[in-house]
């Protein structure tokens, strides 16, 4: 039975790599490709419920620390992804042969699969799916801005990439993006501070509306009250960026009032103190008429 599998394995190995010298395939080839993959990959999951209250209950979100459970299967499951990749990336698959159902199961399976591995792998193909079939994005962005928060606490890094690259290929996504995140219920985990950051870095932060930019400026002030001190480092590692602070200029009126508070609580905090001053500094830098409140001997006594 060992060799039987070794051999099916290798199999798909080399019909993977036979595939890219292909110019194209036959509709009824590539249906079968298809079926192939669906009853390879396709199987039951947990019911979302009882996933989602195993990552709250295993403090899972933060994915530099903890990892989900692997799967024995994986080999087997990955040569199938890998062989998924190799068509994609060949331009073998046309838009007719990827259903919506075949979308919302493939994003899923990064949210509900038991071994973190292959929803990393979900998340590395998603970018190659939006950009091969454009006539599905709607549906693939729909299907991702759907469970996004879980989608980032999951894959960690693998989210980052996956939507930094969304990023870089429709510069028009980031409102949608970070209205996606920021609206989530978990803004102040580790993860998804990562996520802003990560995105911020590529972002266009002109485009970023009044909005969105209220929104992260709450998020960022949250962080800094937190009594979590990796969180609140999190957080004055964002809010002392470039990009953050462009974005504090452009959005004055919203950020400096909020931001000020976040980082006087943050001053309180013996372990990050030097720095919030620092950052504080900067933000008097910015524009120092909206620094003029009552309380001055908070700035003159620091």
Same mark, same amino acid.
């Given at each position: ?12 190995? $080399? ?7 292909? $110019? ?21 999951? !947990? ?7 195993? &990552? ?10 903890? /990892? !989900?459970?692997?799967?024995? @299967? ?18 073998? =698959? /046309? $838009? ?21 591995? $292959?929803?990393?792998?979900? @998340?590395?193909?998603? !970018? ?5 079939? !454009? ?6 962005? /729909? ?7 879980? *989608? ?23 409102? =949608? ?20 950051? +990560? ?5 266009? &932060? ?10 992260? *400026? ?17 957080? =004055? ?10 974005? +504090?200029? &452009? ?24 720095? @919030?001053?620092? &950052? ?23």
């Amino acid at each position: 039975m060992i060799e039987i599998v070794f051999k099916r394995d290798g199999m798909l190995k $080399e019909m993977g790599d036979y595939v890219l010298t292909l $110019e194209s395939l036959s509709d009824d080839a590539v249906w079968l490709i298809m079926k192939m993959l669906r009853s390879n990959l396709f199987r039951p999951f !947990p019911s979302q419920t009882a996933v989602f209250s195993e &990552i709250e209950n295993e403090n899972l979100y933060d994915t530099e620390d903890k /990892r !989900p459970l692997v799967e024995g @299967a994986w080999v087997h499951l990955r040569n199938f992804y890998e062989f998924l990749q190799k068509v994609v990336d060949a331009g073998l =698959l /046309r $838009e007719e042969h990827i259903d919506d159902k075949f979308i919302t199961w493939f994003f899923n399976t990064a949210v509900l699969a038991d071994d973190y591995r $292959e929803a990393c792998f979900v @998340a590395d193909l998603l !970018p190659s799916f939006w950009t091969k079939f !454009p006539n599905k994005q709607q549906s693939i962005w /729909r299907t991702v801005r759907s469970n996004l928060s879980r *989608f980032v606490a999951r894959t960690g890094r693998a989210a980052d990439q996956c939507l930094v690259r969304f990023l870089e290929k429709e510069g028009s996504l980031v409102n =949608l993006i970070f209205e996606a995140i920021l609206s989530g219920d978990h803004i102040c985990e580790s993860s998804l501070l990562n996520e802003i950051k +990560a995105l911020m870095a590529i972002g266009n &932060i002109n485009e970023i509306n009044q909005s969105n930019a209220e929104l992260l *400026f709450g998020c960022i002030a949250k962080t800094l009250r937190s009594s979590d001190k990796k969180v609140v480092r999190k957080g =004055l590692d964002i809010a002392s960026s470039d990009r953050f602070l462009e974005l +504090a200029e &452009i959005h004055r009126e919203l950020s400096l009032p909020v931001i000020r508070m976040g980082l006087q609580c943050a001053i309180e905090n013996n372990s990050v103190r030097a720095a @919030a001053k620092h &950052i504080l500094e900067k933000f008097y830098n910015v524009e120092d008429a909206f620094w003029k409140f009552d309380d001055n001997k908070t700035k003159r006594t620091m």
